[in-house]
């Protein structure tokens, strides 16, 4: 974040009340609500936990315990049994939501297609006879690379009901990362489609599910289901691959939802972390179900009559809770676009509010701050009365940029939540309760209830109010990630074992920097951790750095975030060259190809800076913070004593 912003932040003191009109209708309507809500959460978090439940969701088999912490690993529902997809359709088809539109598509090139909750159960049952069909089994691994067509959707739901886990993977990746996630979670089916469509061109997702499993590179997959989307040619691997079209003709609507154990894995999702690749964040059954379902409602304010609208992909876990699990479970429409903004068409999230009614709209700061820079022009020129409701996520929002969105997209009259949460998390933890809590711009509010969530040193001890420190969340919810897949050891490191409290209890770093206010209020600083944030997407900047040395000209790399006004942060690499090697616009050029081969677009460094020497203390580490503070341009900072080669820096800075 940048000085400017922090400044703003600190000096906000503006109080958004929710609307009056708007908290009468909530389900959580005044902010006494939702603290005797929050008081029992905290108090008996057992009793709240097994209440909403039992109330939300059906089950085919009551749990026998509501929650077992063997710190740092925790259970939910234990002996419980239950089918997410269950939850999101069947239960739909009875409640009186039969022919209500579930699912609403529109394609980029402006095609749509919309199912009503029988049509994508029907879709979803044929798929899933499919996957069985080809021998998969519960517990056997699925990776879904897809454009955002509903297939996508029909392809998570199909697992979920037989019990398969499925591994989505953003489509922005390229084939060696989608190929090293499919390796980690011995992928024996991988679905795709022939192509979708991105900024007026086509992605060619099949081509890259190729590459990642040329020359046997994934030995587990056994087939690739492909969906035509685009009617491009592609390459089809006789015996491998098979067109889901000709398949699905003979396949039976009929297919009854596994009951499944509460604690059985639900899904992997890879996400970035401080050190090594991409872990597999492992979540399960019952607790992610209630707990996308009841942030959902509480949170989006959700009711029968909402049409609601995510701008995430599924391949986050933004796409998971709030495009696809959230809002079916609680049987509202809701809407999947294939496209993004681009300058052939750069109002078409307005169009699609327009088309489409949408009440609820959720997006990412960095698609706020891009509008802004439009202007207020494209927005204005549509009706966007329908909307009802604001949501932000993926990264701080900066004041500004907040009350842009509450003015101009909310007409002074929706409430802005900004969720803070994580792939972690499965649901958002710290946000406003629309109808209860007031809102400042730029804060995430309040924790959800059933959260405690708090700012601390690394003793674990809170610090004052409005003092910046880590934020952490003491106790489990049911949304947590219950491991990192095959790696329990790195679930304990990485999340359990940062802050050590004096009286051993765990606590839960999210590697965010945060402060309270004098209300208690949140405000979330950034990643404090060698994680970092470009347009809302996750990056580890060793991956990066490891993508780069994989170059045979660099010798070793450094990768840092750079503050930037509208992805909030971009990436700059310093990189030393092997001998032999010349820095060159051409090699600049090549490597940052290089990354966006190994890891994907949302990786091109937007800076590369060749030096000697990397700046590192007398044991060999790298020091990054004097690499940020050059990379922003800003004089170096702190204590440079333990620093081997001060020259180095002065290197750096003259940039020779
Ligand atoms: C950041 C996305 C500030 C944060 C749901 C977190 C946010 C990381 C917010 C998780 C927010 C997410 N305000 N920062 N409202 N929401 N973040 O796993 O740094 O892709 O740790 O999950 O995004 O990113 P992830």
Known sequence: MSQATIESILQEERLFQPPAEFSQAAHIKSLEEYQRIYAKSVAEPEVFWGELAEQELHWFQKWDKVRDWQPPFAQWFVGGKLNISYNCLDRHLTNGRRDKTALIWEGEPGDSRTFTYAELHQEVCQMANVLKKLGLEKGDRVGIYMPMIPEAAIAMLACVRIGAIHTVVFAGFSAEALKERLVDAQAKIVITADGGWRKDVIVPVKEQVNRALADNGVPSVQNVLVVKRTDQKVNMIPERDLWWHELRQDASTDCPAEPMDSEDT?????TSGTTGKPKGVVHTVGGYSLYSHITTKWIFDVKDSDILWCTADVGWITGHSYIIYGPLSNGATTVMYEGAPRSSNPGCFW????????????????????????????????????????????????PTAWMWYYRVIGGKRCPVTDTWWQTETGGAMISPLP????????????????????????NGNPVGENQGGYLV????WPGMLRNVYRNPDRYRSTYWEHISPKDGKYIYFTGDGARKDQDGYFWIMGRVDDV???AGHRLGTMEVESALVSHQAVSEAAVVGRPEEIKGEEIVAFVTLEEGYFPSEELTKELKNHVVQEIGVIARPSAIRFTDALPKTRSGKIVRRVLRDLAAGKEVAGDLSTLEDRSVIEQLRSGT
């Open 266 to 270: 639900l899904f992997i999702l890879y």
């Open 351 to 398: 169009d699609l509010i327009q088309k489409y009614r949408v009440t609820i709209f959720y997006t990412a700061p960095t698609a706020i701050r891009t509008f802004m820079k439009m202007g207020e022009e494209l927005p204005k020129a549509r009706d966007l009365s329908s909307l009802r409701l604001l949501g932000s996520v993926g990264e701080p929002i900066n």
């Open 435 to 458: 109808g209860a809590i007031p809102t400042k711009p730029g804060s995430a509010t309040l924790p959800f209830p059933g959260i405690v969530a708090d700012v601390v040193d690394l």
């Open 473 to 476: 969340i003491h106790n489990p």
């Open 532 to 534: 970092i944030n470009v």
